[in-house]
């Protein structure tokens, strides 16, 4: 989590920790980072995060989540899993590349972010996959078979770790949804913060 | 596709910072753990606290245990080889936990040597007592560290001791000017390369947990005030008088370690802590915190 804030200052707006539901009061923006899912479904549970972030997610505030945090958000999860928000209209399959032994790195192009036609280099951990989405789903990013970046609305979702990487143009990205968001593109400074749930 | 890279390999465990990695021996401790929150569950044989108390020889657990064990929990599992013992590391690679801690809780196999963890795919944790066993540590390939405690104790005075240790030696370095950073990984016979990272960068290179000793909620947030990025509980929960009760209030104090009226909260009525051991009173060919080289 601390990559995302560092990322996220790198490119010039303000994030912070949320740890409890009142520290969402006032956010432009919100990551759900990595993390192991069941223990962010617990986290959720526990600190009663969940109407909050539904709240959130529904008025408009724009909501980035990467990996566990995409599994949190998914609507369809394969697999055992707690209870998740149901956000983002779109079936993910968990470990879908494996367990540790097979996580990996590989050069991915990613449509719509800066310079696209350049590679980005995506870091998948115990990744998950998104299998299906609904049909207001705009796919980003395919591996393989599978989806590993997509957005719907003012939700996007990465199967893998921008922040663990010195490239910092999908926070960029995301700064832009957040930034159209609140209206005053490039001029106000966006307070972005960062999710620990 | 690159497998086994050292962003993939130190990238676990940054997502497991913030979290309380717990010491499991079986399948029913193991759900416990995961329910409570635990980030990632421990196998091994016996706790810290028994192998302590019952001697002989302390090795990786079995097979049987830790599959099981993988199958009952989503949240990573890790599993313990013994210091130098690289055959059961390649057993335990095969098996596909998801990290390897070469401990030293477990007997030595190797008064020498430790793995070299380069050649494996699937990442290690490696305990340290000083900055210059860290950097050993990650010259031979550790993608993560914690510092060791004194395990089975449920006495956190050494895994305060270790854990200032490191942190006062990683802000020193970070105060020297190039031309001393040579002598600087003589006096702490650590590799030059992984010195002049920590000098520049004015931190550790990997996430460093805190080990050995953690036997309450005040505990566990004591060390990530000092600068933990998570803690390992070990026999301080699964030796106390409610486990599910203590682990869940170890979990909430680490997420909340600077908010001492939520510690008092899940504090109150936890029943009896593990009952613990004065260090002064282990001889010192008994203290596991000296076993690495």
Not at chain 2, 102 to 117: F, N, R
Not at chain 2, 192 to 204: D, F, H, T
Request: include cysteine.
């Amino acid at each position: 989590m601390s990559e995302h804030l560092a990322m996220i200052e790198e490119c010039g707006a303000r994030g912070v920790e949320v740890k409890r539901p009142s520290g969402l009061d006032g956010v432009h923006g919100l990551i759900i980072p990595g993390g192991e899912s069941t223990t962010i479904g617990k986290l959720i549970d526990e600190y009663k995060f969940e109407s909050a972030l539904l709240e959130l997610g529904a008025s408009g505030v724009p909501v980035f989540g990467t990996c566990a945090g995409l599994i949190v958000m998914a609507a369809r999860v394969e697999g055992r899993h707690g209870p998740g928000l149901r956000l983002a209209d779109v079936g993910v399959r968990r470990n879908a590349f494996g367990r540790q032994v097979d996580s990996f790195e590989e050069d991915i192009v990613v449509r719509g972010i800066e310079d696209e036609g350049r590679p980005f280099r995506a870091v998948f951990i115990r990744a998950p996959v998104i299998e299906e989405a609904g049909a207001g789903v705009e796919v980003m990013a395919r591996f393989g078979e599978g989806v590993v970046m997509a957005r719907e609305d003012n939700y996007l979702l990465s199967a893998f770790h921008p922040e663990l990487t010195g490239d910092g143009r999908i926070h960029d990205y995301f700064l832009r949804m957040v930034r159209e968001s609140i209206g005053g593109i490039g001029t106000r400074r966006s307070i972005k913060r960062d999710s620990e749930v | 596709m690159e497998k086994g890279t050292d962003t993939v390999k130190r990238g676990l465990a940054e997502m497991l910072k913030g979290g309380v990695i717990m010491d499991v021996t079986n399948v029913e401790h193991a759900r416990i753990a995961e329910e409570a929150g635990a980030v990632a569950v421990m196998a091994l044989e016996r706790v810290p606290a028994d192998i302590r108390a019952s001697g002989g020889v302390a090795r990786m657990a079995d097979p049987a245990v830790i599959e099981g064990i993988m199958e009952a929990v989503t949240i990573p599992v890790m599993a313990k080889c013994r210091i130098g013992h690289f055959v059961e590391a390649q057993v335990l690679e095969a098996m596909g936990v998801d990290y390897i801690d070469e401990s030293e809780v477990l007997t030595p196999a190797d008064e020498s040597y430790h793995v070299d963890k380069h050649r494996f795919r699937v990442p290690f944790v490696c305990g340290a007592i000083n900055l210059g066993e860290a950097l050993r540590r990650l010259g031979e390939g550790a993608a993560m560290l914690r510092t060791k405690g004194e395990a089975g104790t449920g006495n956190v005075v050494e895994a305060v001791r270790h854990m200032r240790a490191i942190t006062g030696e990683v802000r020193r370095l970070a105060t020297l000017p190039d031309e001393e950073l040579m002598s600087a990984a003589k006096e702490l016979r650590a590799p030059y390369e992984e010195v002049v990272e920590v000098a520049r960068a004015g931190k550790l290179p990997v996430v460093n947990f805190s080990a050995g000793g953690i036997a309450t909620p005040a505990d566990a947030a004591l060390m990530m005030q000092l600068g933990a990025d998570g803690v390992f509980v070990g026999s301080g929960i699964f030796k106390s008088e409610e486990p599910a009760v203590r682990a869940r209030a170890i979990v909430r104090a680490t997420t909340h370690f600077e908010d001492p009226e939520l510690i008092a909260e899940v504090s109150s009525g936890l029943g009896e802590a593990m009952r613990g051991l004065e260090i002064s009173e282990i001889s010192k060919e008994n203290l596991i915190q000296f076993r690495g080289w």
